[in-house]
């Protein structure tokens, strides 16, 4: 019997480790596998050849140089890409706003209410401040083509950080994009794109998905899902959109529906539409509030009592001086009458609630008074002056 149980345990030991080996093979985040092979479906990189370098325009032989340079010295595992605390914080109570499309002085773009895009001239591209999380199991998000001249290329897809910004997805190491002139798919080099699926152009809808627990990347174009692009891309990936000319993009990154039906009943945004911070209160929600009304009501009476009008301090002096001597004899009755009534004042103000606790009677608007300037009388000069004394003579006869 103790044999017995002790081959049981054994046996469940190794079964255990065993289950911890194939889920390990599953999760691994930074694209090494352990026993199961290499499933980097797609992304072999193509070598580099003069021939390829010769089918490239001078342009963009030296922007593939500059570029490769540039990761060269910047490789994905560089910075730190993970999602921090308190990002992860913010897009809790945020919810999908805590996304946007975070605009740079050295690309020739416009990002304006966090995800619409507007190109200008050049090459250039632009990522997300964020990327795709790893708490469920896909992520998508669309980008709808709001604008686009003929002649301008657009690249729709994912990338790592940091990605030279004068590139379009898909150009470069660790980066998917599908492009719109030929319909191809560029993955880690700009020589050759391999045929994936259709054009798009000025309405349609591309969308973009990510599974990473297999490093996936999928497409759609207008709520029609393509194959998969590529397998086994396990980085902090960004949504990425590029362009070499004028183009304008606008980005759903779950703020509204999809046009993807399946994202929509299995919620694959990248957070949900509203966190759980409170939103601010509408304007005009305090017009019910008596409160308010009431304190709104007495502050306007105090003001409207206590507001002297300005241009009265403008009138004729003569008008004000004649005013005040007629107030100065009236002065002497209205004493008297104000003294009988003091009285039934204070029975009315204690009646009348909303009164001001301090009443401010403006005061009567007097004329500014100027001094009159006497002119000094003209005396002798001092005893210690070298003026001569005659000049007191003179000044009496005159």
Not at 88 to 106: H, L, M, R, T
Not at 122 to 131: A, K
Request: with cysteine; glycine share 8%.
């Amino acid at each position: 019997m103790d044999s017995s149980y002790t081959w049981i345990f054994i046996v469940g030991i190794v079964v255990f480790l065993f289950v911890i080996v194939i889920l390990l093979c599953f999760t691994q985040s930074n694209g090494d596998r352990l026993f199961l092979g290499d499933d980097t479906e797609g992304l072999s990189e193509i070598p580099e050849t003069p021939a390829l370098l010769q089918s490239l325009s001078e342009d963009s032989r030296l922007s593939y140089r500059r570029a490769k340079v540039f990761q060269q010295r910047c490789p994905p595992d560089s910075i730190s890409t993970d999602i921090t605390l308190s990002q992860y914080v913010s897009i809790q109570e945020k919810g999908v706003a805590a996304f946007e499309f975070e605009w740079d002085i050295e690309t020739n773009c416009i990002v304006s209410s966090r995800t619409e895009i507007q190109f200008s001239f050049g090459e250039s591209c632009v990522q997300t401040n964020l990327p795709l999380p790893r708490n469920q199991d896909v992520y998508y998000w669309e980008a709808k083509i709001f604008e686009k001249p003929r002649q301008t290329v657009i690249a729709v897809g994912v990338a790592t950080k940091p990605y030279p910004h004068w590139r379009l997805p898909g150009w470069n190491r660790h980066s998917v994009g599908y492009f719109s002139d030929t319909g191809r798919k560029h993955i880690n080099n700009p020589f050759q794109g391999k045929p994936f699926g259709s054009g798009f152009s000025q309405g349609d809808v591309i969308g973009v998905g990510y599974r990473h627990r297999t490093g996936t990347v999928f497409f759609t174009r207008n709520g029609r899902r393509l194959e998969d692009a590529c397998t086994g891309l396990r980085w902090n990936l960004f949504p990425t959109i590029g362009a070499n000319g004028p183009c304008e993009v606008h980005v759903n990154l779950g703020q509204m529906g999809f046009v993807f039906v399946e994202a929509n009943v299995k919620k694959w945004g990248l957070a949900p539409i509203q966190g759980t911070l409170a939103p601010p209160p509408a304007y005009g929600a305090e017009a019910g509030s008596m409160l308010l009304e009431r304190g709104g009501r007495q502050q306007q009476h105090t003001i409207i009592n206590t507001t002297v009008p300005q241009h009265q301090h403008y009138q004729n002096q003569n008008q004000n001086q004649n005013q005040n001597q007629n107030q100065n004899q009236q002065q002497g009755g209205d004493i008297n009458n104000n003294n009988n009534h003091n009285d039934d004042d204070d029975d009315d103000d204690d009646d009348d609630d909303n009164a001001p606790l301090i009443r401010i009677r403006p005061t009567e608007n007097q004329p500014i008074r100027i001094p009159h300037q006497r002119t000094p009388l003209l005396s002798g000069p001092p005893s210690y002056s070298a003026i001569s004394n005659n000049y007191g003579a003179y000044n009496s006869r005159h």
